[in-house]
């Protein structure tokens, strides 16, 4: 059964929401959706208000879709669709139609794509988006191991307007 519920209430662990469980980010431009995994980012409180933090890579199709849109969603899928969590995190938009092929069911709502298979959706509506500079890293470490392309990722802030329990 699909219900609303405040930020407030979620109860489950963001680090391994994030990390393990892994997130589709979706957005909508209008036309048309794109959705790539990411296991990058937090959620928490900016602005005062409950947000989600991401951080996109420039070359990521999706980050077109982002920058069009005013909302976007974070999925968590169940255990089940790993596999298609992958799919969705290893291959661009730009190469196939992967939303046709994810067979996820999706709708809009406030604009940006909801699917009836996920079992946790936030919906963001977008706050901030600006890229981390490369002269912001104190720990050069971090720069050589991550960026060898210096393909700084962009940071992406959306405050969560809905989120939605598929239980
Ligand atoms: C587990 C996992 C986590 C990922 N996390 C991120 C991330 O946080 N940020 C990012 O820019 N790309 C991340 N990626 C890579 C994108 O999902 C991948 O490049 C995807 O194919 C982009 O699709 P698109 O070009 O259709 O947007 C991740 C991939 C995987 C498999």
């Known amino acids: ?17 994030i990390g393990n469980q892994w997130l589709l980010v979706a957005a909508n431009d209008g036309e048309k959706t794109n ?4 296991s990058w980012g937090s959620l ?11 951080v996109i890579r420039p070359q990521r199709y999706t980050k077109e879709f982002l920058d069009r849109a005013q909302t976007f969603s974070l999925s968590i899928l169940p255990g089940e669709k790993r596999e298609l ?3 969705m995190g290893t291959v661009s938009g730009r190469d196939e139609d992967k939303m046709a092929k994810s067979g996820l069911t999706e709708r809009l709502v406030e604009g940006a794509p909801v699917f009836a298979e996920s079992r946790l959706t936030l ?21 050589e191991k991550w960026y060898p392309q210096k393909d700084f990722h962009i ?4 405050r969560i307007e809905k989120v939605i329990v598929n239980d």
């Open 1 to 17: 059964m699909e219900r609303e519920i405040r930020p407030e209430e979620l109860s489950e662990n963001v680090f391994d929401l």
């Open 35 to 38: 959705a790539m995994t990411a």
């Open 44 to 54: 928490g409180v900016m602005w005062g208000k409950p947000s989600a933090f991401l």
């Open 85 to 87: 969590l992958n799919y």
């Open 123 to 143: 919906v963001c509506r977008k706050q901030f988006a600006g890229p981390m500079e490369e002269s912001s890293f104190l720990d050069p470490s971090v720069v």
């Open 155 to 158: 940071l992406y802030i959306g």
